[in-house]
């Protein structure tokens, strides 16, 4: 066993499997992680620096939400699955999420995402590989209530990406994701 889990270490490390207790490892497709921008990079990053990585889920359920729906070109009264969860690696917080993903998706309310990245879920439940999608990223300073969440000072720094996740071009994702500054770096390779 200390042979294999040796061998399996710098792969881990690198992003090109993942490892989940009590199963087997999992090949990453690395073209596929790539696709997903920093956010899915984060749960192999995490993952990757063999750190252990959980969530808590704030919220699992179908709501409507007027911006979201605007979002993703949907009328304003759509249910939607709404999944708002807070990310640890290490035990400390890490980052806030907040999804909206439209009604096809709502199979994944049934999944344990405590412990699972959500494209990875959405694929296995219900069959949708996101295909491309747009992401922001902007620099903040948490205010008093997102300081509490992330256990930082308030007014530390933080990084606020929005993204919307699309399927042949249709838009399924709406997410916006809060990282502590202090715990994430931003890495860009270009050809």
């Not at 907040?98 to 494209?119: C, F, H, K, Q, R």
Request: contains cysteine; glycine residues 6%.
């Amino acid at each position: 066993r200390s042979t294999i889990r040796a061998a399996l270490a710098p792969l881990r490390r690198s992003g090109k499997i993942i490892a989940q207790r009590g199963r087997p490892s999992q090949v990453v497709h690395v073209s596929e992680e790539h696709a997903y921008g920093p956010i899915y990079s984060l749960f192999a990053a995490v993952r990757g620096a063999e750190m252990s990585q959980r969530s808590t889920i704030r919220t699992a359920e179908m709501s409507a939400s007027a911006p979201a729906a605007a979002q993703l070109g949907l009328d304003q009264s759509t249910e939607l699955v709404h999944i708002a969860r807070t990310r640890y690696a290490d035990d400390e917080p890490l980052a806030q999420d907040e999804v909206w993903l439209v009604p096809d998706a709502e199979g994944i309310l049934s999944m344990d995402l405590s412990n699972t990245a959500l494209y990875e879920a959405l694929q296995r439940c219900c069959g949708m590989r996101l295909t491309s999608g747009n992401e922001t990223l902007h620099s903040v300073n948490l205010d008093v209530e997102q300081a509490q969440a992330l256990s930082c000072e308030t007014g530390a720094a933080a990084f606020f990406i929005e993204r919307i996740g699309r399927i042949d071009g249709r838009p399924v994702e709406w997410r916006q994701t809060l990282i502590r500054g202090d715990r994430f770096t931003v890495s860009t390779s270009y050809p």
